[in-house]
């Protein structure tokens, strides 16, 4: 079974920064579709970010455009999700995916079937 092993997480203040880590084994990782998604109570989990790791193209969440960043590690096989200028309503449980198939060869659509999860990781920010 893969196991997508994430890190980070946790509170901070509105304007604040965290750094989510993915980490995924050698054959998921390679050329293949990663990313994040969130789930805030009561609502529906949406797509935060994807990443095809073949070629680095990436897909955005509107509400996160210019505030977060996707970046990979290849050496690590580790997908980053960078978030800046943190609002409270990006509070939300956290969850990294892996492992579906890109759109025309290389655009991970958020609409994709990941085949792997992490475990989650909260993210809280509150003043």
């Known amino acids: 079974q893969v196991q997508l092993v994430e890190s980070g997480g946790g509170s901070v203040q509105p304007g604040g920064s965290l750094r989510l880590s993915c980490a995924a084994s050698?054959?998921?990782?390679?050329?293949?579709?990663m990313g994040w998604f969130r789930q805030a109570p009561g609502k529906q989990r949406e797509g935060v970010v994807t990443?095809?790791?073949?070629?680095?193209?990436?897909i955005y969440a509107d509400s996160v455009k210019g505030r977060f960043t996707i970046s990979q590690d290849n050496a690590k096989n580790t997908v980053y999700l960078q978030m800046s200028s943190l609002k409270a309503e990006d509070t939300a449980m956290y969850y990294c995916?892996?492992?579906?198939?890109?759109?025309?060869?290389?655009?991970?659509?958020?609409?994709?079937?990941?085949?792997?999860w992490g475990q989650g990781t909260q993210v809280t920010v509150s003043s």
């Open positions: 050698e054959s998921t990782y390679n050329n293949n579709c």
């Open positions: 995916a892996a492992d579906w198939r890109p759109a025309w060869g290389r655009y991970c659509r958020f609409v994709g079937a990941p085949k792997s």
């Open positions: 990443i095809y790791t073949g070629d680095s193209s990436t």
